[in-house]
C-alpha cells in the first residue's frame, strides 16, 4: 500500500469504519512508512483530546422541564382546538350581543378618544384574537417561557409579568399587528374574561398619562406609556377591575422605587 | 394526537436525547441562549412530525431534525458565521503535512481546542461533533446530514486537517509564551 491511498482510508481506518483487507494493509504499512506514522499518531492524538477535553455540553437543568413543558402545551392545544373554535365562536357571539345591546342602551356614553383610529384597530385585533382561534402562539403562564419566545419574532423585548397571584394569571402570548408594525399581545384572564395587553415600542416621547377608561362597543381600553413602550390593554371586563389590572402592571414594570429613566425590566 | 399514549410515546422516544439535542444545537449556534431555543422549537417539530417516525433510532431521527432547525436559525442569522473559503483550498492548506505536533496536541488546552472547533465552518464541524462527540457511525451521520457516505468521510478528514493547521501554530505560541 502506498502513502495517499493510505492517508486517504486512515481516517475510516482511525473511526474503525474500514474492512478488514484494508485495515490490515494500513496495519502493515504504518510501521513501515515513517511520515504516514507521524499523521496517523497527529490525528489519534486530536482525536482524544477532543473526546477527553470535556467539550460536550450538557443540557441545562431547566431545559428539560421548558421543553417537556411546551411539548405537552402543544399536545393539548391540538387536541382541544376543535373543542375551543366552538367556544371562542360561542364567547364571540354573546360578546357581540352584548356591544349591539350597549350600543343601542347608551348612544353617546362616552367622548371620542383623541386617537379613535388606534381604538378602533386595538379593539379589531383584541375581538379577532377572540373569535379566529388564534389567541396563543406561545400559551403558556409562565413568564419565562413567554418572553423569550418572542425573541427573534420582534426587534425589541417587551416587559412580561405574570400578575397570577393578584388574580390575573398570565395565559400566553402571541404576535399582533398594530399602527403599522408588529407587536405583542399578552393574553391574561380575569374569571371568563380575557383581557389583551398590547405592547410596542413609543413612536413619540411619552405623554402625560392619563390611565382613564376608555370605553367603545362595549368593551374597555386603557393606554398608557412606560419604560419606553406604548401599552393598551383592552377587555369585557368592567372598568373599575381593568383599572386594577393597569394599577398592576404598571407598579411591575416600571416599581416605583426605580430610578426614573432605567428600564427595570433588564 | 388526541391519544394519550401517544404522546407518552413521543416522549419515551424524544426526551432521552436531550443532552444529545442540546449539544449538537449548542456546538452550531455556539450560544446556549440560541440553541436552547433552537432545541425547544425542534421537539415542538418533532411532535408535530411524530407520525412519521417508524421507531428505531430516536436519537439520529431527533439529530436530523434538530440539524434543520439550526441552519433554518444560522439562515437567519448568517452574519457571523465563517463560510469555506474556497481560495484556502487552492492552497491546499489540507494536506497531511508530517510534524512533531502529536505531543503538543496531548496537551492542547480545552480552551484553544474549544474556540478552533467554534471557528471551523458550520459543515466541518457538524462531521466532527456527530463523530466524536456523539460518537455516530459514518451510516448515521449520512442519514442525519442528507450526505453520501462518501462525503461524509471525506468532509471528516478535512475538518481534522483543518483543526490541526488551525491549532498548532496556536499551541506553538502558547509553548513559547
Known amino acids: 500500500m502506498i502513502c495517499h491511498e493510505t492517508r486517504d482510508l486512515i481516517h475510516a481506518y482511525l473511526d474503525g469504519e474500514l474492512d478488514l483487507m484494508r485495515s490490515l494493509e494500513i496495519e502493515r504499512h504504518l510501521p513501515a512508512c515513517q511520515a504516514c506514522a507521524l499523521i496517523f499518531q497527529n490525528h489519534q492524538a486530536l482525536r482524544s483530546a477532543i473526546t477527553t477535553g470535556s467539550l460536550y455540553h450538557q443540557a441545562p437543568d431547566d431545559l428539560r422541564r421548558r421543553v417537556q413543558s411546551a411539548v405537552r402545551q402543544a399536545d393539548q392545544a391540538k387536541s382541544k382546538s376543535w373543542l375551543r373554535s366552538w367556544r371562542w365562536l360561542s364567547v364571540g357571539a354573546s360578546l357581540a350581543a352584548v356591544a349591539v345591546l350597549i350600543l343601542a342602551l347608551i348612544p353617546t356614553g362616552t367622548s371620542p378618544p383623541a386617537d379613535d383610529l388606534m381604538t378602533k384597530e386595538v379593539i379589531s385585533a383584541h375581538v379577532r384574537s377572540l373569535m379566529a382561534d388564534h389567541i396563543y402562539d406561545v400559551e403558556s403562564s409562565d413568564r419565562h417561557t413567554v418572553k423569550p419566545w418572542f425573541n427573534g419574532r420582534l426587534d425589541f423585548s417587551p416587559p412580561v409579568t405574570d400578575l397570577t397571584e393578584q388574580g390575573f394569571p398570565l395565559k400566553g402570548g402571541r404576535l399582533d399587528y398594530l399602527d403599522n408594525r408588529p407587536v405583542a399581545a399578552l393574553v391574561y384572564q380575569r374569571q371568563q374574561h380575557i383581557i389583551n395587553l398590547f405592547i410596542w415600542p413609543s413612536a413619540q416621547a411619552p405623554q402625560k398619562a392619563a390611565l382613564k377608561p376608555v370605553t367603545q362597543q362595549g368593551f374597555h381600553l386603557i393606554r398608557w406609556e412606560s419604560a419606553g413602550m406604548t401599552f393598551f390593554a383592552v377587555s369585557d371586563l368592567n372598568e373599575r377591575e381593568l383599572e386594577e389590572f393597569v394599577r398592576l402592571a404598571l407598579s411591575q414594570i416600571s416599581p416605583p422605587t426605580a430610578p426614573s429613566g432605567a428600564r427595570p425590566d433588564r | ?177
Open chain 2, 1 to 177: 394526537m388526541q391519544n394519550p399514549n401517544q404522546l407518552a410515546r413521543f416522549e419515551q422516544a424524544a426526551l432521552p436525547h436531550l443532552d444529545a439535542a442540546y449539544n449538537l444545537a449548542r456546538w452550531l449556534t455556539r450560544n446556549d441562549h440560541d440553541a436552547q431555543d433552537v432545541v425547544q422549537e425542534s421537539y415542538l417539530r418533532a411532535l408535530k412530525f411524530f407520525g412519521g417516525f417508524r421507531g428505531g433510532d430516536g436519537r439520529a431521527w431527533l439529530l436530523t431534525i434538530v440539524r434543520h432547525t439550526c441552519y433554518d436559525w444560522l439562515r437567519q442569522n448568517r452574519r457571523y458565521e465563517p463560510l469555506t473559503d474556497f481560495d484556502e483550498e487552492l492552497r491546499d492548506v489540507e494536506s497531511d503535512a508530517p510534524g512533531p505536533e502529536a505531543l503538543l496536541l496531548r496537551t492542547a488546552e480545552n480552551q484553544l481546542l474549544r474556540r478552533a472547533l467554534e471557528e471551523l465552518p458550520v459543515e466541518f464541524r457538524e462531521v466532527l461533533i456527530l463523530r466524536e462527540l456523539e460518537g455516530l457511525s459514518y451510516k448515521e451521520i449520512a442519514d442525519i446530514a442528507g450526505l453520501p457516505l462518501g462525503t461524509v468521510m471525506s468532509r471528516l478528514a478535512r475538518a481534522r486537517r483543518r483543526l490541526q493547521q488551525a491549532l498548532t501554530p496556536r499551541m506553538r505560541e502558547e509553548a513559547h509564551l
